[in-house]
């Protein structure tokens, strides 16, 4: 089965250093999420791409959060400084829009930022 | 308001049963619905997608889908203990982005 891999699995870093996460969504696919999961916010929409292209990033702390997708096979998520705040699920999740096939998920990256 | 709303839970059935979960949208130009189920530690899978207003049946599974209410259901006809997770309402909305409900914990009891 074709599947959205997302690397790494978990992440443990101090306040203040860089995190970058990435994902590698099913080939084919032109539609890229990423979303933040907490117990207390669920699921929260970060940013999305279309064709590689940005089409919204407002749920994104712009000042410290970046995602980029420098080709069709890798999308990036990067926190820079990071806070404690941001320790969450990061989830990954692409899809093909137009067909209404819906999203399929990556496994997440458990990020705790001590 | 929310965009995408869910009644909160926790939701528990009796093993066997009917379970009913709800969801409700803002955005009147959405056009596309997914019901996404979610274990606890893991990531939301895709079970259910509608786009038509009425009924689809995949399985065990009923999504139902009334645009001019702006509702949205999933029915899971004899529910099993495996069927206990959260299950997340998702939208695609007018921006083409999809947007989540905060999600419904069931729990089949045996």
């Known amino acids: 089965d074709a599947r959205v891999t997302q690397t790494p699995r978990h992440k443990v870093t101090e306040m203040g250093q860089e995190v970058t996460m990435r994902c590698q969504p099913i080939?084919?696919?032109?539609?890229v999420f990423w979303y933040r999961q907490t117990m207390m916010q669920g699921l929260e929409l970060l940013a999305y791409f279309r064709n590689r292209a940005p089409l919204d990033d407002s749920g994104m702390p712009k000042d410290r959060f970046s995602a980029e997708m420098p080709d069709a096979t890798l999308a990036t998520l990067k926190i820079q400084p990071s806070e404690p705040r941001d320790s969450a699920v990061y989830f990954c999740a692409s899809g093909f829009w137009g067909i209404n096939y819906g999203y399929t998920f990556g496994s997440g990256t458990r990020l705790t930022v001590v | 308001q929310k965009e995408v709303e869910q009644n909160s839970g926790p939701l528990s059935v009796p093993e066997g049963a009917i379970a009913s979960l709800n969801c409700t949208y803002s955005?009147?130009?959405?056009?596309?619905f997914f019901w996404y189920r979610q274990y606890s530690g893991k990531s939301p899978e895709l079970i259910m997608s509608?786009?038509?207003?009425g009924d689809k049946e995949d399985g065990r599974f009923t999504a139902q889908l009334n645009k001019a209410s702006q509702y949205v259901s999933l029915l899971i006809r004899d529910s099993q203990p495996s069927d206990s997770a959260t299950y997340l309402c998702a939208v695609d909305g007018s921006a083409r982005q999809l947007t989540f409900g905060s999600g419904t914990q069931l729990t089949v009891l045996p």
């Open positions: 509608i786009y038509s207003n």
């Open positions: 955005d009147r130009v959405s056009q596309s």
């Open positions: 080939l084919g696919h032109n539609t």
